[in-house]
Structure formats: structure tokens, C-alpha cells
């Protein structure tokens, strides 16, 4: 009478130690792996080597074969891989019992002597198996530098020059807060990481190339080094004030710098000195009813220079303002827009305006634009755009401003222009219409921090010595 139900039991339990020992084979097995990126916050001062661990977990009822675990990156990579004591760069036809696990060990080793040693060094790890494959990401940090993820300036900061600074995630000056970036210091930016300042920034760099204060993308390695739109740019938002910049150097942004409305106090929101402002992919300088001072200030080779929209007060004085199209950015739009609206469902939103360009070059070559000048008006809100003692490149004269002693379309002769090598040199050659032809603004010194004469000035960024 029992032995069928023997039978049954017998037959059961040979049934289900088969299952457990045959391989599932679909490309739906439950794989859990137990990290999508390893992260090496470690600043590698000396040369060393760091490691960590995830897990590749088997949640089904029978074995599973990896076909491979594989470091992307080859014998080449900084990181190395051992996949349950077996020694990569790849590892294959690993198999894991049912609800079981291996251990992948990862380690990064970094020679710090190594010349052009970017900041954040990457790689993957591909996992197969069942014709399905799945990636985990690497990341180690390089060089010896200040590294900050996601960083919120919630108390007043300084930083000094004794490390490069990387921002990966954010940067974020809080409100009523101030972040001062002493002299020299470098500052490196992610691609996803913008630069929010909702209180201050002061940038105090100083005149000689060493001591000027540098922000561009963390990539260092040809070509990505020279593309624009490395990083996202400074955004300054509605609540920012009393920001000041001496001697900055802003390179490959998307918006290198961008405003948003008036600041809460009568200062101007942002003070330019003696900065540059280049090869942004979008926008150089772009401000949405805001307030900028802006003195011996270069704006070069960017999708569009400087656009100031939607009213605000503005004051250039002694600015180079600048494209030559080229293999980065084809010059298509006008070096200088300014309007005193916004269209909102097509329809204008308008501000109030104040603009004066003082000394002022506005210029671009080999491009589609032949209006380098464009001034955009709406409405009947205040409008008050001055030009006075400029050089610009315009075929139709904009209305509704008021410009005194302008030299049109005359080229201003930069000293040397070498668009296959990148080069551009916006100082002016001997024989510049712009020499001289300014008009004295209490400026004393230019861009480099040379002198000015007391008497007549040349026009733009560069003193011709």
C-alpha cells in the first residue's frame, strides 16, 4: 500500500535535484548585481592600489553560467579584476549555483608620474550571459586634487591655491552664503556638473597667467580638452548678489555665464574685470532682465557671445567681443543681441533697459552673420542703449539706440588669427583702426593689467604697447 506513495516522493526528489543541477538558460534569469558603478573617492597622493567588491547573485532555482565577466578596458585599464580567485581582464564560463553568489574584486592602481594624468579616470566591466549583456561602471579620481561631489557651500568658503579643485555632481553657493576663489586656483568641472550661485561668488585672480583663476571641463585629454561644452557653465540665479570676478578665465562651457533678474540689493549682480570668457558652445554671456558691469572683458568664439535679454543694466567698457567661425563652433549668430523683452507663448514679456558700450569692439569673421549688432525692441517699457566710441561689423545700423563715433565695418586687425591650430590672438596688430580711437573712461590699465594712457585709448580689451 505504500509503495506508490515511495514512488511519488522518490520521483520528486529526483526530479528537483535535476532542476537544481541543470543550468537555467533564458535570457530572463534573475540576476542581481549588486552595484551598477564602484566609486574610488580616495584622493591617490602616492602611487597604490585600492580595491572593492560587488556581488553577481543567482536568484534562480538552478545554476547559472556567466559566459564572461570582462574589464573593457583590456590589459590598458588602471583597474584589474579577479572573479572568484581567477585573475582577469577577463574571466569566463563561471558558474553559480542556485541562490548562490561570486565575489568580482576590482582594484585601481594609478602611477602619478604619468604625463597628462586626467582627474577622473573610467572604465566598465561587462557582464554575459544568456545572450544578455550588462555593464557596471568605474570611476577613480587621478590626480591629487580637491574633489568634491555634489557640494553645497552652506558657510562662508575659501579656497586657496595649493590643489586643483574638481566638481563633479554640483556646486551649489547657498544663499547668503560666499565662496572666494583665491588666486591660481583651478577649477575643474564635470560635463554634468553646473556651478549654482544662489548667494556669492568672488573670484580674486591677478594679472599674471599663474595667478588668474581658471574654470573649464575635467576632461584633459586630446581632443576633448579644447570641445566646447565640457562642463555646464556659472548660473547665477535670482536670489544671487554682489558676485565680482578679477582676472577669471572661463573656457568650454555650454553657458559660460547666465543671469537670471535683477539683483535683491542696487549693486549690479555680477562685476567683470579683466576676464575671459571663451569657446562656450551656446552662450558666453547670456542674462534674462539682469545687471552687469563688465571692464577690459574678452568674449570670444562662442555660439553667441553675449545676449542680454528681457531689459536689465548693462555697462561694457572696454570689451572685445568676438567669433571666427571654425571645425568647434560655425559663427551663426550675431557677436551682441540685446532686447528688452521675451516671447512667452509668442507674446513679448517686457522690462525696462539701460545699455551703455563704451570703447567696445564687436566683431566676427567667415561666419553667416552680417549684422554683428542686433538690439531687439517691444513695447513702450524704458529703452536706453548707448554706443559710444565703438568698432563693429554691422551692414544695417540698429534703430533705436544712440551711438556716437563708431567705426563700421572696418576690421579691427587682431594680431593673429590661426583657425586649423585653434590660435587666437585678439590683441591688434600696428596698423588697427581701433588704435587710439576710444575715448578716456577712467580705465587705466587693459587685459593684461598693462597701462592705459590718460589721453586716448584704443578700442577693446588690449592696449597696444
Known amino acids: 500500500m505504500k509503495t506508490p506513495g515511495i514512488l511519488s516522493i522518490s520521483i520528486f526528489i529526483l526530479f528537483f535535484s535535476c532542476k537544481k543541477d541543470s543550468f537555467i538558460t533564458s535570457s530572463d534569469a534573475r540576476v542581481t548585481i549588486s552595484a551598477d558603478t564602484l566609486k574610488y573617492d580616495t584622493v591617490f597622493t602616492t602611487t597604490g592600489t585600492i580595491t572593492q567588491s560587488f556581488k553577481i547573485i543567482n536568484e534562480n532555482d538552478q545554476k547559472l553560467r556567466l559566459s564572461s565577466v570582462k574589464l573593457m578596458g583590456g590589459n590598458s585599464s588602471s583597474f584589474k579584476i579577479n572573479v572568484d580567485g581567477i585573475v582577469g581582464p577577463q574571466v569566463s564560463n563561471i558558474d553559480i549555483e542556485a541562490k548562490d553568489s561570486v565575489y ?11 604625463a597628462n594624468l586626467p582627474f577622473i579616470i573610467r572604465d566598465s566591466i561587462g557582464v554575459s550571459y544568456n545572450g544578455k549583456d550588462r555593464l557596471l561602471q568605474l570611476e577613480a579620481w587621478g590626480q591629487n586634487a580637491h574633489f568634491f561631489r555634489n557640494k553645497h557651500i552652506s558657510a562662508n568658503e575659501v579656497w586657496n591655491n595649493d590643489l586643483p579643485y574638481v566638481i563633479l555632481g554640483s556646486l551649489i553657493v547657498d544663499a547668503n552664503k560666499t565662496l572666494t576663489i583665491n588666486k591660481g586656483c583651478r577649477v575643474f ?6 556651478v549654482i550661485v544662489d548667494g556669492t561668488l568672488l573670484i580674486n585672480g591677478l594679472k599674471d597667467t599663474i595667478d588668474r583663476v581658471n574654470f573649464r571641463g575635467d576632461r584633459l585629454d586630446d ?7 565640457g562642463w555646464p557653465g556659472i548660473y547665477f540665479s535670482e ?10 578665465v572661463i573656457k568650454n562651457a555650454y553657458q559660460a555665464i547666465a543671469l537670471q533678474d535683477p539683483s535683491p540689493n542696487v549693486n549690479p549682480k555680477l562685476v567683470l574685470n579683466e576676464c575671459i ?14 545687471s552687469i558691469r563688465a571692464r577690459n572683458c574678452l568674449v570670444s568664439n562662442c555660439g553667441k ?3 542680454l535679454a528681457k531689459g536689465g543694466d548693462y555697462q561694457f567698457t572696454h570689451c572685445t567681443v568676438a567669433s571666427i567661425s571654425n571645425s568647434y563652433i560655425l559663427h551663426r549668430n550675431p557677436v551682441l543681441f540685446v532686447s528688452n523683452y521675451i516671447l512667452v507663448n509668442n507674446s513679448p514679456i517686457t522690462a525696462n533697459l539701460n545699455a551703455v558700450f563704451s570703447n567696445c569692439i564687436f566683431w566676427g569673421e567667415n561666419g553667416l552673420v552680417d549684422n554683428e549688432v542686433i538690439i531687439a525692441k517691444s513695447g513702450s517699457t524704458t529703452f536706453n542703449v548707448n554706443f559710444d566710441y565703438n568698432l563693429w561689423k554691422v551692414q544695417t545700423p540698429p534703430a533705436n539706440i544712440i551711438a556716437t563715433q563708431v567705426i563700421n565695418n572696418m576690421a579691427p586687425e587682431f594680431d593673429s588669427i590661426n583657425i586649423s591650430k585653434h590660435y587666437y590672438n585678439f590683441r591688434l596688430k600696428d596698423t588697427s583702426p581701433a588704435i587710439n580711437k576710444g575715448t ?13 594712457p590718460v589721453g586716448l585709448p584704443d578700442l577693446g580689451c588690449y592696449e597696444k604697447h
Open 104 to 114: 568580482v574584486f576590482v582594484s585601481v592602481s594609478i602611477n602619478q608620474s604619468a
Open 189 to 194: 568641472v564635470h560635463a554634468d556638473a553646473p
Open 223 to 229: 581632443p576633448y580638452k579644447d570641445f566646447p561644452a
Open 239 to 248: 536670489n544671487s548678489k554682489d558676485n565680482i570676478f578679477n582676472y577669471a
Open 277 to 290: 570668457i571663451d569657446n562656450a558652445y551656446d552662450a558666453g554671456i547670456i542674462t534674462i532682465n539682469s
Open 305 to 307: 557671445n553675449l545676449v
Open 440 to 452: 578716456n573712461a577712467g580705465i587705466t590699465i587693459d587685459l593684461d593689467g598693462l597701462a592705459r
